[in-house]
């Protein structure tokens, strides 16, 4: 019967393991009472560890498996396995990998061994989302391979949705600028989407980029007031804006984050 409860259910799987490979052994000629009855005292982990700790380089057990050319149902073997490896200590492993080596056993033949169903393979980690910087490089050289930069209809510049999200995420949906009569303005729409606005501080049709650096996240007042208002309101507050972009860009050019 399985026991080994101390070291929880690996432990109970590798006591399994011992166990299943005895009819084996039997098979070959060599009969392992005296290992038997130690499971049966101890448990497969305990036994394990005490015939790793045992004066002699080698066990009785060893030897006869040795004689026999079945290393690969010695303990060692199992405590080799990568599996059960959490099971032992650095000394342990170590004593163990040593005396199958010194016996001419070859460590790369527990590769061959089929990985059991229950031991999950590690989930990979998820890629890292790419950051802001690698974002705004990617679309910069995408944009340089573009052939145009207006539409054949409308001669209107040609707008970037990824820097207009880049700038959204930046913002994190909300009022960029300092001056806003409702400040950190942030309303979600019947879309679900922050009722926002991403603005040329230059317009494009005044030159200015299509590029973060030049743009900013407004709520409707401040961009209407940005459109109509006083034209010495409207280049103040463009001044402002303008150092406002550059410095969110540069900080999230900066940064590690992708602006989420």
């Not at 026991?3 to 000629?29: C, M, N, S, T, V």
């Not at 001419?104 to 910087?133: K, M």
Request: proline share 7%; glycine share 8%; net charge negative.
């Amino acid at each position: 019967m399985v026991r080994d409860d101390r070291y929880g259910e690996l432990g109970k799987r590798f006591e399994q393991y011992l166990l299943e490979g005895i009819p084996a052994l039997k098979e070959a000629g060599y009969n392992p009472f005296a290992f038997q009855g130690m499971i049966r005292a101890s448990g497969g982990v305990r036994t394990a560890k005490q015939l790793l700790a045992s004066a002699g380089d080698t066990s009785y057990g060893f030897a006869k498996l040795w004689e026999k050319g079945k290393l690969d149902a010695s303990v060692e073997f199992a405590v080799c396995l990568p599996w059960f490896k959490e099971l032992f200590t650095d000394e342990e492993l170590e004593r163990a990998a040593f005396r199958l080596t010194e016996h001419r056993f070859d460590l790369s033949r527990i590769d061959d061994v089929p990985v059991p169903d229950w031991h999950a393979a590690p989930t990979p980690a998820p890629p890292a989302e790419p950051t802001y910087r690698q974002r705004v490089e990617a679309e910069e050289a995408a944009q340089r391979s573009r052939p145009a930069t207006t539409t054949a209809l409308t001669a209107e510049a040609v707008r970037s949705a990824v820097f207009r999200s880049l700038v959204l995420e930046r913002a994190q949906g909300r009022c960029e600028n300092p001056g806003c009569g409702h400040p950190g303005f942030h309303v979600i729409g019947r879309n679900g989407q922050p009722v926002v606005e991403v603005d040329h501080v230059h317009g494009l049709g005044d030159g200015g980029p299509d590029h973060p650096a030049n743009m900013v996240v407004l709520c409707p007042n401040c961009h209407a007031v940005k459109t109509r208002a006083q034209d010495a309101e409207v280049a103040r507050l463009k001044a402002l804006l303008a150092g406002i972009a550059r410095q969110q860009h540069e900080t999230a050019m900066a940064g590690t984050s992708s602006g989420r």
